[in-house]
């Protein structure tokens, strides 16, 4: 288990938990607290959070900013990727390939999921990612391409 995961399951279940833990998470990389990234689960090969439809992630046309759902994927394939990296391995994201499907009306659920097969060869690894409003339409999917490789 890495120490993200530990610090999560650690911070998890005290009251307001998953608050503080968002917060320290979204402080590691200072870029994600731009959308206030609010953890929901994470586990090995899956994980969630949501970012609130707020005036600071809005467009002009009053909906979450494309660039802003793509920052809400790539901090949920963070910590997919910081849950399910095997030991003595390492992660860095390699490219992604997104699709907008929908306009994003309302507050989002960001979901990644991974296939637990495609860590222990390393090389390159795909993680699904989906930004979902509240109504269930999928509004950004795509896939997040990591390159896992030994730990030097």
């Not at 909906?63 to 949920?76: K, R």
């Not at 997919?80 to 507050?107: C, F, Q």
């Amino acid at each position: 288990m890495t120490d993200v995961l530990a610090l999560y399951r650690r911070t998890a279940a005290l009251p307001l938990g998953k608050k503080l833990f968002s917060f320290l998470y979204a402080q590691k990389a200072p870029y994600f607290w731009t959308v206030r990234p609010q953890v929901r689960d994470m586990r090995p090969n899956h994980a969630e959070l949501t970012i609130r439809k707020r005036r600071a992630v809005e467009n002009h046309i009053g909906t979450v900013h494309a660039i802003a759902a793509c920052n809400g994927l790539e901090a949920v394939m963070g910590l997919l990727a910081e849950a399910t990296v095997p030991r003595g391995k390492r992660w860095i994201p390699k490219g992604m390939d997104v699709a907008y499907t929908a306009k994003s009306t309302t507050d989002l659920l960001c979901t990644a999921d991974s296939d637990p097969a495609d860590w222990e060869r390393g090389g390159d690894v795909p993680v699904r990612v989906r930004a979902i409003r509240e109504d269930g339409t999928t509004v950004v999917e795509g896939t997040i391409t990591l390159y896992v490789s030994d730990r030097k």
